[in-house]
Structures are given as structure tokens and as C-alpha cells.
């Protein structure tokens, strides 16, 4: 039966790939299981087989506790020190004492369940064999043969047992997937897991896009040109912005390849998904125009503090520049980081003269001078009385229409301007009285309630819709002195609503 032992652990070990180890440890949990139900299942069995020989040792052990231990559940494998030692006069608390008994024969274990204890030792060593081998590829552009759908979604042969799963949510719409069909994807998550899929993957996220084009486009690959961006909406259209880091190579056109032939055989990848490839720009209002290809941008205005551009297109064209359900204004706004809003070129000359208007209405009636200064100081790109008051008087001074005298004359107006909305400010934030109920707030104290009040908030329904980044904006203390404030100021939505409660404490503890 030794000699048996032996050729079953090299038989399954050199079949599964596993280390022999674990193969003997298989054998060892089949041989005391197999007794335990020889002897009963209430004792604890040990086998141990030599790993030379094939030979093995059977051994009854206990579990030792304390002598005034109240946790001895099952006599028949728990002991006392004070029994323990009658067996091994060196046993100690927490360890085990054994004695040797009986060895099944190898040969009469039940085959079945022999075979079940192997093949889940087996399985479970294979299942971690690939969680470390895969641990850290997170972002790798995996490839494998379709083992088989279901509703949840597809699951790869990644060949070596492991295997990939691309769920639903993460297919490309609409994607004929049959069995045996070779697959792309992109691994995401690497999860370790008794049972079910552990490697989990995409095809629908733009990096899946970028690695595509670095299998197709080998200046890609080689770190000539540089994808620096992409957006997608999976199955129907994508863009891609692309740079070159060598001046002989135009990306565009490397991407596209001749006749289009690379982009067309990432385009089959993605089940016919359109991709624009458009060409990088460290200037953002040029990049913004690239990135709405095929539209034609008449008119583009940045507005820095929003983070927006307002886009003018032929009436025409808007239709293009939007595109389906907005898709074309969307990639571009996702691929550029900017808010787009596209218009036509009359309605963008409209808002313009709208903009003007105001501001011009603006500077003539705090600067008080008449609209053709107004419309000078728009003109140059002011837009607000802190510029007029705090731009170097160099600046001022080069406009065609300006003198010295004058620009001194309106830097000292737009200075008393702000020196006026200042003092009203500060009337306003000391005529600010916070309520009863805010100053009845357990632990409040009066100056924080006053702070409190001259920032809008008055009551203590205020306070208590702050998050808790809008209060420490108001007030600096701790995070979690504030998460607590505004705890105390919600206390009294939930006093029949336990459930609720306990939900605003997680948000607020969360925001902490």
C-alpha cells in the first residue's frame, strides 16, 4: 500500500501541476476521515505518511486546556491538563497529546470519498496557483478561447486552469459570443474565492481600448507615439487623442494604418465600434476642436473658472457636432476634461453680446463712466472689478484709449468699489444672528454659532444639512468633531426612525 500511496501522490501531481505536498496531504485527510468513521466522528484523527516510503502512522489526539477551562465542548477530542498529562507529560495548554492507534488499509478507503478529499486539495491549490500568479496584473490585456455564456456573462480559458469571467455589465453590447471563439479582455480584479470566478476582466473600459491599439500599432508599443487619452461608449463609438514623440511620425496616421487597416482591426475587436483617432494638443481649445471630429468648430470660448468652452458650430452641423443621443459632444467633453456646450455660430454671437452687455452695464455703473469705457475695458478681456483694480498699471496703460491719468483714475474707483462691497460684507456678517435652536445645540458654543450664522447658517435644520467638508469650509476644527456637530444637529429626524439613524451615523462617519 506504501508503494501505492506513492504512485497516486506522483500520478495526480505531474497530471494537476501541484506540488506533491499537498497531494500528501490530500491522502492524509482521505486516511483520517476513513478512520474517523471506523472509530467515530467525534475523534480527532492525524495521519502521517512518509514521504520516502509511502509509509504511515495513524495517532488519536486531543485538544489541551486549562484545568478551570469552561470551553471543553466534545470530551472524545478535548482534555483537562490535569488528564492531558496522564497521556504526554509534556503537553501544554493549547497544543495536543496523541497516542498511536490502528491504520486503515489504504487500499479499503471508500474510493469515492478518497476521491473527493484529493480532488478538493487538488482544486483548492490550483485556485491558488492562479490568484499568485495573476496577484499584480491588474490593467494586463489578457487573451484566451471562450469556454462557455451564460446570463452572467462569459467565461475564458486562460489555459494553466485558470480562468477568466467578463460579466454582462462588462461585454460589449450586443457581441456574438460563442464557445470556443478566441477573446480579448482586460483584467481588472484579481479576487481570491473558495468557489465561483476569480480573475475578473472588461471590454468595455477605455484602457481595453488603449492596449488594443498597443497590439495593432507597434509605434504605440514601442513608445513613439503616446496615447494620452480615450473615451468610450462601448460598441459604437470611441476616440482615442494620440501624440508622437518624433517628429517623422504623423500618430494619426500610424493609428489608422494603411487603408485604415489598424484601426479597422481594432474596430472588429470591439464588434464594429467606431474610433476616432484624434491628434493631441497641449493647447486645450485646439485639443477640444480635434476632439470634435468630424464637426467643424467655428468659434470656441474658454472659460477658465468653470472649466467650460462654449463651441460655435454652422446651424448645419450642429446635428454633427452633437451627435446621437449626444454622443459626440459627450466623448469629446470625456476625452478633453472639459464641460462643452455646443451651439450654433448665431446663438454663440448672441450669448457673447449678451455676456458683453452685462459686463459692460457692470464696469459703467460701479466704475461710473460711460459704456464706450466699458466696452474698451471688455474688449482687452476684464471681467471682473478685481482685475480692473489689481492689474499692473503697465497693462492699463498700453490700451490705445488710455492714459495714465485715466487708468489711475479707474484702478482707484475699482479699489473703492471692493473697499465698499468689503464693509458691506462685514455689516451683513455682524447683523447675522444665529437661532435659538442652534445655540440651544448641545455643546455649542456662542462664538461658533455666530460663525455659524454669519455664513448662512442661521438654524439648526442648516447645520444639519452640511456635509461635513461644507462645515469645516465655515469652521476649522477636527473632521470628526464636525461629523459629530452635524450628527447632533440631524438627531431629531430620526427619534421614531432607529434605521434611518443608524444610516446618517455610517454617511457621517464615512464623510469623517
Given amino acids: 500500500m506504501s508503494k501505492e500511496i506513492l504512485m497516486v501522490a506522483d500520478a495526480v501531481s505531474n497530471e494537476k501541476g501541484v506540488d506533491k505536498e499537498i497531494i500528501f496531504e490530500a491522502i492524509e485527510a482521505a486516511l483520517a476521515s476513513a478512520t474517523r468513521r471506523r472509530h ?43 488528564d492531558a498529562v496522564d497521556v504526554d507529560e509534556a503537553a501544554e495548554p493549547g497544543g495536543y497529546v496523541e497516542v498511536p492507534m490502528e491504520s486503515v488499509d489504504f487500499g479499503r478507503i471508500a474510493a469515492q470519498t478518497a476521491k473527493q478529499v484529493i480532488v478538493q486539495k487538488v482544486r483548492e491549490a490550483e485556485r491558488e496557483q492562479v490568484v499568485e500568479e495573476y496577484q499584480g496584473r491588474e490593467g494586463e490585456m489578457l487573451s484566451g478561447l471562450v469556454k462557455r455564456v451564460d446570463r452572467n456573462g462569459v467565461y475564458i480559458d486562460l489555459g494553466g486552469n485558470a480562468e477568466g469571467f467578463v460579466s454582462r455589465e462588462q461585454m460589449v453590447p450586443r457581441e456574438p459570443v460563442r464557445p ?67 517628429s517623422r511620425i504623423d500618430p494619426v496616421g500610424a493609428c489608422v494604418g494603411m487603408r485604415g487597416s489598424r484601426v479597422q482591426a481594432v474596430s472588429n475587436e470591439l464588434a464594429g465600434e467606431r474610433v476616432d483617432i484624434i491628434l493631441w494638443d497641449d493647447n486645450a481649445a485646439q485639443f477640444v476642436v480635434n476632439a470634435m471630429s468630424p464637426a467643424e468648430v467655428v468659434s470656441i470660448v474658454v472659460d477658465e473658472d468653470a472649466h467650460s468652452m462654449d463651441i ?53 455703473k ?85 460663525k455659524l450664522a454669519s455664513a448662512g447658517v442661521i438654524t439648526r435644520e442648516d447645520l444639519a444639512e452640511l456635509a461635513t467638508d461644507d462645515l469645516l469650509d465655515v469652521i476649522e476644527m477636527d473632521r470628526e468633531d464636525a461629523a459629530a456637530m452635524i450628527m447632533l444637529a440631524r438627531a431629531h429626524w430620526f427619534d421614531d426612525e432607529p434605521e434611518a439613524a443608524q444610516e446618517s451615523k455610517q454617511e457621517a462617519e464615512q464623510q469623517a
Fill in 366 to 450: 460701479q466704475l461710473d463712466v460711460d459704456e464706450e469705457v466699458g466696452l474698451i475695458l471688455v474688449q482687452e478681456g476684464f471681467s471682473t472689478i478685481e482685475e480692473v483694480a489689481y492689474v499692473p498699471t503697465s497693462e492699463l496703460v498700453e490700451i490705445e484709449e488710455f492714459d495714465e491719468d485715466m487708468v489711475n483714475e479707474l484702478k482707484n474707483r475699482a479699489r473703492d468699489v471692493l473697499l465698499t462691497q468689503a464693509i458691506v460684507q462685514e455689516e451683513r456678517i455682524d447683523e447675522a444672528v444665529p437661532a435659538e435652536d442652534l445655540l440651544g445645540l448641545e455643546g455649542m458654543e456662542k462664538n461658533v454659532a455666530y
Fill in 312 to 364: 460655435a458650430v454652422d446651424e448645419d452641423k450642429l446635428s454633427q457636432a452633437i451627435g446621437r443621443g449626444g454622443q459626440n459632444i459627450r466623448l469629446a467633453s470625456e476625452l478633453s476634461g472639459w464641460e462643452l456646450n455646443v451651439m450654433t455660430e448665431t446663438d454663440a454671437e448672441q450669448k457673447s453680446e449678451s455676456e458683453m452687455r452685462v459686463l459692460i452695464e457692470l464696469f459703467s
Fill in 180 to 246: 470556443q471563439d478566441r477573446m480579448k479582455a482586460l483584467l481588472v480584479e484579481v479576487r481570491s474565492e473558495p468557489r465561483g470566478p476569480q480573475l475578473f476582466m472588461t471590454r468595455t473600459s477605455p484602457e481595453f481600448l488603449v492596449e488594443l491599439f498597443k497590439i495593432e500599432v507597434p509605434e504605440v508599443g514601442q513608445g513613439l507615439i503616446d496615447i494620452l487619452g480615450s473615451a468610450r461608449d462601448p460598441g459604437l463609438r470611441a476616440k482615442i487623442a494620440v501624440k508622437s514623440n518624433d
Fill in 40 to 82: 467515530g466522528e467525534d475523534i480527532e484523527v492525524r495521519v502521517a505518511i512518509d514521504r520516502e516510503t509511502g509509509e504511515y502512522d495513524t495517532f488519536r489526539r486531543w485538544l489541551v486546556h486549562t484545568d478551570d477551562s469552561t470551553e471543553l465542548e466534545v470530551p472524545d477530542r478535548e482534555l483537562r491538563m490535569i
